[in-house]
């Protein structure tokens, strides 16, 4: 039979283990974010945003779950917490709803089909 105290101790030690075993990437930031540091992004669906730097990198921001929000709107913020950097603790605010970022890492440019797309000036 199986104590209270065993049942207790195996089910903290459950919940310490990450639901995933992957770890993330290597993460990215884009420096300057609020003064032109994104010049353009692409939503191919509602799980995150292709976005380019003024340099012409690509970076795909991977959210924390769904944002439909993405697809909805032409309309964007950036709200990079106030260190002018977009990274992983960025959030994406539409007109409908704020996306948390989960990961933000160096990709290629998104094969544009269908989507959202939108070029800053």
């Known amino acids: 039979m199986i104590s209270r105290l065993t049942l207790a101790a195996s089910t903290a030690l459950l919940c310490a283990v990450p639901a995933t075993s992957q770890p993330l990437p290597p993460q990215a930031a884009i420096h300057h974010a609020n003064n032109g540091g994104i010049r353009d992004w692409y939503a191919s669906n509602d799980a995150g945003l292709y976005l380019r730097d003024r340099t012409n990198r690509w970076y795909?921001?991977?959210?924390?779950?769904?944002?439909?929000?993405?697809?909805?709107?032409?309309?964007?913020?950036?709200?990079?917490?106030?260190?002018?950097?977009?990274?992983?603790?960025?959030?994406?605010?539409?007109?409908?709803?704020?996306?948390?970022?989960?990961?933000?890492?160096?990709?290629?440019?998104?094969?544009?089909?269908?989507?959202?797309?939108?070029?800053?000036?």
């Open 60 to 121: 795909y921001a991977q959210f924390t779950h769904r944002c439909p929000g993405v697809l909805d709107g032409m309309t964007v913020l950036f709200d990079t917490h106030g260190d002018h950097r977009f990274d992983r603790s960025s959030t994406v605010r539409t007109k409908t709803m704020t996306c948390a970022v989960r990961s933000l890492v160096r990709t290629q440019a998104p094969a544009e089909k269908g989507g959202r797309h939108n070029n800053i000036r």
